[in-house]
């Protein structure tokens, strides 16, 4: 599976179903497992740095897009997610020094600050490996550091849109959640900035109970998105946070029924909880692997089983 004409948009069949990680072995509840750890990773990491959501989000597409044409099975996820942060921090004019990413990447693996005396042993132990991975990187996306982001088109539709004093204070916090939360998914894969825009802004509409049925019509229009599209990435939303239950739709003219075609009840979205604190796999329990100082001829070596993730307590 390589991008064609449309790049890095591919069904969602495709991107379940026929990832090199599944040919390898690992089935699609693992490999979603996987994703999440390295999300929370990159998170986590970009908090440390303080650097900007649009840093961050391309980072993860950066890593998405890796393993969507790479096995996990044969690559160390955490030096694929450093490598993704050190190459959007670059990409975004927010540059990260290696040294400090090698040292800070392994403190959150390790769960504990590096003492000053080793830091220099820790980079020169990691920085042949992440300058491997570096390489690896950016040939897989065949040095294709393009990403369009879905916050501009948010912000853009609230102005035009949220309009009174109430729904102004509400609405574009639930929003901004859910168009963050969208990274721990593989929508970026599957739709463009503005259709991922539209189900954020709808599913916050939802949330607050702005009046959906009466401007719907129009707030599809701006998105230039389907009635079918927006279901499907409320549908996957709806995963992120109940897992596989039924979300609820928009009545009226945007959205009758579910994915599936199931009419399903009303009920409250939540943006209230990280999705590594409400999906099995979250950053709590990750513990599975660190960064590797080997190669293989397919990729960056897999990661050992004896390391974990740090915690990431706030919101993506």
């Not at 040919?23 to 996987?34: A, K, W």
Request: proline share 4%.
């Amino acid at each position: 599976m390589f991008p064609g004409q449309d790049r890095w948009y591919f069904s969602r069949e495709e991107i379940d179903n026929n990832s090199p990680s599944r040919q390898d072995g690992i089935d699609l509840t693992e490999e979603t497992s996987l994703r999440k750890a390295y999300c929370s990773f990159l998170i986590d990491l970009g908090r440390r740095f303080k650097l900007d959501q649009v840093t961050v989000a391309t980072a993860i597409v950066f890593c998405h897009r890796f393993f969507l044409l790479q096995s996990h099975a044969k690559n160390d996820k955490w030096i694929i997610a450093a490598v993704c942060m050190f190459l959007s921090a670059k990409v975004e004019s927010t540059p990260v020094d290696l040294k400090t990413l090698i040292i800070t990447s392994e403190e959150i693996l390790h769960k504990k600050v590096i003492a000053a005396e080793e830091r220099q042993g820790v980079y020169e132990h990691y920085k042949g490996i992440v300058l491997i991975g570096e390489k690896l990187v950016l040939s897989t996306l065949n040095f294709d550091l393009s990403v369009d982001l879905p916050f501009d088109l948010l912000v853009q539709a609230m102005k035009k849109f949220i309009l009174d004093t109430a729904t102004q204070g509400t609405f574009p916090p639930a929003a901004w959640k859910f168009v963050k939360d969208s990274f721990w998914t593989t929508l970026c894969l599957q739709y463009q900035p503005r259709h991922i825009a539209a189900g954020a802004f709808f599913l916050a509409a939802m949330h607050i109970k702005m009046d959906a049925k009466s401007h719907g019509e129009s707030w599809c229009q701006h998105f230039d998105i389907t009635r079918r599209q927006l279901n499907d990435i409320r549908g996957q939303m709806g995963e992120l946070y109940y897992g596989k239950k039924p979300i609820p739709t928009f009545t009226g003219g945007i959205g009758e029924t579910s994915n599936s075609g199931d009419v399903v009840q009303q009920q409250p979205v939540p943006t209230d909880n990280c999705p590594s604190s409400v999906i099995e796999g979250g950053s709590s329990s990750v513990a599975d692997g660190s960064l590797q100082d080997q190669s293989c001829p397919e990729g960056v070596e897999k990661d050992s089983p004896d390391r974990e993730a740090g915690d990431n307590q706030e919101d993506s």
